[in-house]
């Protein structure tokens, strides 16, 4: 069984309402249903995410079927200026992503803290439930704009790193990137209280003005990284790229558990890292290839590294990650019913 993906080339860009439609992305949409539009704002001083500009096509024909479109993210587990929703949406306004220019409301799925969360059972192999950002679980169906382009972890990102990763709440980006808990460096504290406030688990505690972690109460949240400017707190780095990959599709599934989605996947500023980073040299390596749109993750996800790859000339990604098996997510994926890995590409 073969499911169909649609390609616009880059140079055509601005005939995406058009192909969108043709593509299929909005007829699971219902009247009245509160749609969700996923995509990463940008982090400050990333030049790479998907700009504003191509959200209001896709507004567009979600209200065409009298649905309520919003664009949502979910807080990061790393501090910076997505970490919780006060200073996300700063970000997202400053990088354009305003009712004016998109036309509808933002919404960050997870709260002020990052700790608004729906648990969803998916017995899997690593998770027995899994923690949604709030008002992704709210949502009636979803549409996920996903930028394509290199991965530090999973070789590249798209829909299935932007569906599992992106809509975890904070507690679920933790337990997809680690199994431990925080690193405690002790010597960095000045007892100011502020994480201790902020640890809902109540696993943190001063003595003699230092914070003490009981490790045995601690759940990985990651909200004491996030609350204490000291960086006193640090991510342990310890899953391989293997486990994150799978682990991230078990968060799909959950995700996607009883709602329908369809995926728009950006084959543009393909840089080496994703856009959480900020640095001026994570800059496009090769040059913008297209849009790949569909209603299969899985197909949309290996049409889009299957295009990258022959517009390249060789593979890509290994070629920046030579260390990193990024195909490990796809396979995944298919195995647990997400979708298929083999796919007509209908050019536009
Ligand atoms: S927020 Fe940081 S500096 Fe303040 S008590 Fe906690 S660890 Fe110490
Ligand atoms: S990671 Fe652990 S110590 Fe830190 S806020 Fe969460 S539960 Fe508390």
Redesign the pocket.
């Known amino acids: 069984m073969f499911s169909k993906v649609y390609f616009l080339p880059w140079n055509r860009k601005n005939e995406l309402c058009d192909f969108l439609k043709v593509a299929g992305v909005v007829n699971h949409v219902k009247a009245r249903d509160f749609l969700a539009i996923k995509i990463h704002f940008g982090e400050d001083g990333n030049d790479g995410y998907i700009r504003s500009e191509y959200v209001l096509p896709v507004v567009k024909i979600v209200k065409e079927r009298t649905a309520y479109p919003f664009l949502t993210d979910a807080s990061t587990i790393y501090v910076g200026k997505r970490s919780d929703a006060y200073h996300h949406l700063l970000i997202a306004n400053k990088h354009g992503f305003t009712i004016e220019k998109c036309g509808c409301p933002v919404v960050i799925a997870d709260g002020m803290r990052g700790n608004a969360e729906k648990k969803v059972e998916v017995n899997l192999k690593y998770f027995k439930n899994v923690y949604i950002a709030h008002e992704i679980y709210n949502a009636d169906g979803f549409v996920f704009m996903s930028h394509f382009k290199g991965h530090e972890i999973t070789g590249f990102g798209g829909a299935l790193k932007n569906i599992g990763m992106g809509c975890g709440s904070k507690s679920g980006k933790y337990a997809m990137h680690h199994s431990s808990?925080?690193l405690v460096r002790q010597e960095l504290c000045i007892g100011c209280g502020t994480?201790v406030k902020?640890?809902y688990?109540k696993?943190?505690y001063l003595v003699d003005k230092r914070i003490v972690?009981n490790k045995e109460k601690?759940?990985?949240?990651?909200?004491?990284m996030v609350s204490c400017v000291l960086k006193v707190?640090k991510l342990n780095w310890n899953e391989g790229p293997a486990t994150v990959q799978e682990k991230i599709v078990e968060y799909a599934v959950g995700v996607l558990k009883n709602k329908n989605g369809s995926y728009i996947n950006f084959l543009n500023h393909i840089s080496k890292y994703c856009d959480c980073f900020s640095l001026e040299k994570n800059g496009p390596l090769m040059y913008d290839v297209g849009i790949v749109a569909g209603v299969d993750p899985v197909a949309v996800d290996q049409a889009s590294y299957d295009v990258v790859n022959k517009a390249f000339g060789k593979d890509f990604f290994k070629s920046i990650y030579p260390e990193i098996d990024p195909t490990i997510q796809l396979n995944y994926a298919e195995k647990l019913g997400l979708g298929n890995k083999k796919y007509i590409l209908v050019k536009y």
């Open positions: 808990k925080p994480c902020n640890c688990q696993a943190l972690m601690c759940t990985g949240c990651g909200q004491c707190f």
